[in-house]
Protein backbone atom coordinates (compact mmCIF):
# COMPACT_ATOMS: atom_id res chain seq x y z
CA UNK A 1 0.00 0.00 0.00
CA UNK A 2 1.15 3.38 -0.93
CA UNK A 3 0.19 6.84 1.04
CA UNK A 4 1.11 10.39 -0.28
CA UNK A 5 1.72 13.29 2.11
CA UNK A 6 2.78 16.76 1.98
CA UNK A 7 1.46 20.22 1.50
CA UNK A 8 -1.92 20.71 -0.07
CA UNK A 9 -0.65 24.59 -1.14
CA UNK A 10 2.28 25.74 -1.94
CA UNK A 11 3.25 29.26 -3.29
CA UNK A 12 4.03 30.27 -7.15
CA UNK A 13 7.37 29.62 -7.46
CA UNK A 14 8.20 27.81 -5.01
CA UNK A 15 9.02 24.08 -4.38
CA UNK A 16 6.57 21.65 -4.09
CA UNK A 17 7.67 18.57 -1.89
CA UNK A 18 5.39 15.44 -1.58
CA UNK A 19 6.43 11.78 0.37
CA UNK A 20 5.16 8.46 -0.33
CA UNK A 21 4.86 5.60 2.61
CA UNK A 22 5.26 2.32 1.14
CA UNK A 23 3.87 0.09 3.69
CA UNK A 24 3.59 -4.15 3.10
CA UNK A 25 6.47 -4.66 1.82
CA UNK A 26 10.34 -3.12 1.04
CA UNK A 27 11.05 -0.16 -0.77
CA UNK A 28 14.25 -2.42 -1.55
CA UNK A 29 12.31 -4.82 -3.95
CA UNK A 30 13.21 -4.58 -7.78
CA UNK A 31 10.70 -1.93 -8.19
CA UNK A 32 10.39 1.48 -10.04
CA UNK A 33 8.93 4.07 -7.44
CA UNK A 34 6.64 6.69 -9.38
CA UNK A 35 5.37 9.62 -9.28
CA UNK A 36 2.15 10.49 -12.25
CA UNK A 37 0.02 13.71 -11.80
CA UNK A 38 -3.94 14.52 -13.01
CA UNK A 39 -4.32 18.05 -13.60
CA UNK A 40 -8.23 19.37 -13.00
CA UNK A 41 -10.30 18.55 -15.87
CA UNK A 42 -7.30 16.03 -17.35
CA UNK A 43 -5.80 12.52 -18.24
CA UNK A 44 -3.16 11.49 -16.07
CA UNK A 45 0.26 12.29 -16.58
CA UNK A 46 3.75 10.27 -15.75
CA UNK A 47 6.25 13.02 -13.93
CA UNK A 48 9.21 11.04 -12.81
CA UNK A 49 10.55 7.48 -11.46
CA UNK A 50 13.34 5.50 -9.66
CA UNK A 51 14.80 2.77 -9.44
CA UNK A 52 14.92 1.07 -5.88
CA UNK A 53 18.57 0.92 -6.34
CA UNK A 54 18.41 4.90 -7.27
CA UNK A 55 21.14 3.73 -10.06
CA UNK A 56 18.76 4.86 -12.72
CA UNK A 57 16.27 7.68 -12.82
CA UNK A 58 13.76 8.38 -16.02
CA UNK A 59 11.94 11.62 -16.40
CA UNK A 60 9.34 13.17 -18.35
CA UNK A 61 11.06 15.74 -20.82
CA UNK A 62 8.24 18.02 -20.33
CA UNK A 63 9.58 18.47 -16.37
CA UNK A 64 12.91 17.09 -16.81
CA UNK A 65 14.83 20.28 -15.19
CA UNK A 66 12.54 20.92 -12.09
CA UNK A 67 12.16 17.60 -10.72
CA UNK A 68 13.95 14.78 -8.53
CA UNK A 69 13.22 11.76 -7.17
CA UNK A 70 14.86 10.18 -4.06
CA UNK A 71 14.46 6.73 -2.42
CA UNK A 72 14.84 6.79 1.56
CA UNK A 73 15.43 3.02 2.25
CA UNK A 74 15.29 3.22 6.27
CA UNK A 75 11.82 4.86 6.65
CA UNK A 76 10.56 2.96 3.51
CA UNK A 77 9.76 6.03 2.01
CA UNK A 78 10.71 8.05 -1.17
CA UNK A 79 10.24 11.57 -2.84
CA UNK A 80 9.49 13.69 -5.51
CA UNK A 81 10.18 17.39 -5.71
CA UNK A 82 9.22 19.93 -7.88
CA UNK A 83 10.98 23.88 -8.35
CA UNK A 84 9.48 26.79 -10.04
CA UNK A 85 6.14 25.71 -9.52
CA UNK A 86 2.84 27.11 -11.30
CA UNK A 87 -0.34 26.90 -11.40
CA UNK A 88 0.11 24.91 -13.93
CA UNK A 89 1.35 22.38 -11.61
CA UNK A 90 -1.93 22.27 -9.65
CA UNK A 91 -3.31 18.76 -9.77
CA UNK A 92 -3.78 15.12 -7.56
CA UNK A 93 0.16 13.57 -7.07
CA UNK A 94 -0.22 9.77 -6.86
CA UNK A 95 2.50 7.66 -6.18
CA UNK A 96 2.91 4.26 -7.49
CA UNK A 97 5.46 0.91 -7.97
CA UNK A 98 6.35 0.76 -11.57
CA UNK A 99 6.97 -2.79 -12.76
CA UNK A 100 9.16 -1.16 -15.95
CA UNK A 101 5.73 -0.76 -18.58
CA UNK A 102 3.41 -0.66 -15.90
CA UNK A 103 1.71 0.23 -12.77
CA UNK A 104 0.84 -2.73 -10.59
CA UNK A 105 0.28 -0.39 -6.89
CA UNK A 106 -0.81 3.42 -6.93
CA UNK A 107 -1.73 5.71 -3.69
CA UNK A 108 -4.83 7.28 -3.80
CA UNK A 109 -2.92 10.78 -4.44
CA UNK A 110 -2.50 14.12 -2.53
CA UNK A 111 -4.23 17.39 -3.89
CA UNK A 112 -1.75 19.99 -4.48
CA UNK A 113 -3.03 23.70 -5.01
CA UNK A 114 -0.79 26.31 -6.25
CA UNK A 115 -1.14 29.74 -5.28
CA UNK A 116 -0.63 32.41 -2.99
CA UNK B 1 4.17 13.65 -25.79
CA UNK B 2 0.58 13.25 -27.24
CA UNK B 3 -2.11 11.82 -25.30
CA UNK B 4 -3.46 8.25 -26.71
CA UNK B 5 -6.91 9.30 -27.87
CA UNK B 6 -10.24 7.32 -25.60
CA UNK B 7 -13.83 8.24 -26.02
CA UNK B 8 -14.70 10.20 -23.41
CA UNK B 9 -17.89 8.09 -21.98
CA UNK B 10 -19.29 4.20 -22.51
CA UNK B 11 -22.44 2.80 -20.81
CA UNK B 12 -24.48 -0.31 -20.74
CA UNK B 13 -27.36 -2.33 -18.93
CA UNK B 14 -25.94 -4.16 -16.02
CA UNK B 15 -24.79 -7.34 -17.99
CA UNK B 16 -24.00 -6.20 -21.08
CA UNK B 17 -20.08 -5.46 -22.36
CA UNK B 18 -18.85 -2.70 -23.56
CA UNK B 19 -15.35 -2.11 -25.39
CA UNK B 20 -13.43 1.08 -24.61
CA UNK B 21 -11.02 1.96 -27.67
CA UNK B 22 -7.39 3.35 -27.18
CA UNK B 23 -6.22 5.28 -30.10
CA UNK B 24 -1.66 5.83 -30.22
CA UNK B 25 0.95 6.03 -32.80
CA UNK B 26 3.32 3.53 -33.95
CA UNK B 27 6.01 5.09 -31.77
CA UNK B 28 3.45 3.81 -28.36
CA UNK B 29 0.48 1.68 -28.57
CA UNK B 30 1.51 0.23 -32.56
CA UNK B 31 5.49 -0.13 -31.63
CA UNK B 32 5.38 -2.19 -28.45
CA UNK B 33 2.87 -4.79 -26.71
CA UNK B 34 2.87 -3.03 -23.49
CA UNK B 35 -0.50 -1.34 -23.21
CA UNK B 36 -1.36 -1.38 -19.94
CA UNK B 37 -5.41 -0.04 -18.78
CA UNK B 38 -6.43 1.39 -15.49
CA UNK B 39 -9.75 1.87 -13.11
CA UNK B 40 -9.98 4.74 -11.24
CA UNK B 41 -12.73 6.26 -9.07
CA UNK B 42 -12.14 9.39 -8.19
CA UNK B 43 -10.74 10.14 -4.33
CA UNK B 44 -9.67 6.12 -4.35
CA UNK B 45 -6.06 4.77 -5.84
CA UNK B 46 -6.39 3.91 -9.35
CA UNK B 47 -6.61 -0.23 -10.12
CA UNK B 48 -4.42 -2.40 -12.73
CA UNK B 49 -6.54 -4.03 -14.99
CA UNK B 50 -4.71 -5.39 -17.75
CA UNK B 51 -0.65 -5.20 -18.67
CA UNK B 52 0.89 -6.28 -21.70
CA UNK B 53 -1.99 -5.83 -23.61
CA UNK B 54 -4.12 -8.73 -22.50
CA UNK B 55 -2.81 -10.28 -19.12
CA UNK B 56 -4.31 -9.97 -16.18
CA UNK B 57 -3.41 -9.12 -12.34
CA UNK B 58 -4.07 -11.41 -10.04
CA UNK B 59 -7.78 -10.90 -8.39
CA UNK B 60 -8.94 -9.34 -11.34
CA UNK B 61 -12.21 -10.87 -12.42
CA UNK B 62 -12.30 -12.33 -16.14
CA UNK B 63 -14.98 -10.24 -17.32
CA UNK B 64 -12.27 -7.65 -18.39
CA UNK B 65 -10.18 -8.42 -21.58
CA UNK B 66 -7.77 -6.24 -23.54
CA UNK B 67 -6.48 -6.54 -26.69
CA UNK B 68 -4.61 -4.80 -29.46
CA UNK B 69 -4.80 -4.16 -32.99
CA UNK B 70 -2.05 -1.73 -35.14
CA UNK B 71 -2.22 1.53 -33.41
CA UNK B 72 -5.16 1.03 -31.08
CA UNK B 73 -6.11 -1.14 -28.25
CA UNK B 74 -9.29 -1.97 -26.76
CA UNK B 75 -10.70 -2.81 -23.17
CA UNK B 76 -13.75 -4.79 -23.13
CA UNK B 77 -16.05 -5.40 -19.96
CA UNK B 78 -18.11 -7.81 -19.82
CA UNK B 79 -21.17 -8.87 -17.67
CA UNK B 80 -21.60 -4.99 -16.59
CA UNK B 81 -21.94 -4.67 -12.87
CA UNK B 82 -22.73 -0.98 -11.05
CA UNK B 83 -19.67 -1.13 -9.13
CA UNK B 84 -17.82 -0.86 -13.07
CA UNK B 85 -18.64 2.91 -12.25
CA UNK B 86 -15.59 4.61 -13.12
CA UNK B 87 -12.80 6.60 -14.82
CA UNK B 88 -10.68 4.36 -17.33
CA UNK B 89 -7.88 4.94 -18.68
CA UNK B 90 -5.21 3.67 -20.83
CA UNK B 91 -1.35 3.94 -20.95
CA UNK B 92 1.37 2.90 -23.36
CA UNK B 93 5.17 2.42 -22.96
CA UNK B 94 6.19 5.17 -25.42
CA UNK B 95 10.11 4.29 -25.73
CA UNK B 96 12.95 5.59 -24.41
CA UNK B 97 12.68 9.34 -24.72
CA UNK B 98 8.33 9.75 -23.85
CA UNK B 99 8.69 6.36 -21.19
CA UNK B 100 4.76 6.19 -20.52
CA UNK B 101 1.74 8.11 -22.52
CA UNK B 102 -1.79 8.13 -20.60
CA UNK B 103 -5.23 7.80 -22.68
CA UNK B 104 -7.77 10.83 -22.26
CA UNK B 105 -9.59 8.46 -19.92
CA UNK B 106 -13.47 7.18 -20.78
CA UNK B 107 -16.37 7.33 -17.83
CA UNK B 108 -18.49 4.21 -17.83
CA UNK B 109 -22.13 4.40 -16.74
CA UNK B 110 -23.90 1.88 -15.59
CA UNK B 111 -27.54 2.22 -17.29
Known amino acids: ELQESGPAVVEPSGTLSLTCSVS?????????WSWLRQSPGKGLEWIADVYHDETTRNYNPSHKSRVNVVIEKSTNQFFLRLTSVTAADTAVYHC??????????WGQGALVTVSS | QSALTQPPSASGSPGQSVTISCAGT?????????VSWYRHVPGKAPQLLIY???KRPSGVPDRFSGSKSGNTASLTVSGLQTDDEAYYYCSSYGGRYNFYVFGTGTQITVL
Open chain 2, 52 to 54: EVN
Open chain 2, 26 to 34: SSDVGGYNY
Open chain 1, 96 to 105: ARGRATYFDV
Open chain 1, 24 to 32: GGSISGPSW
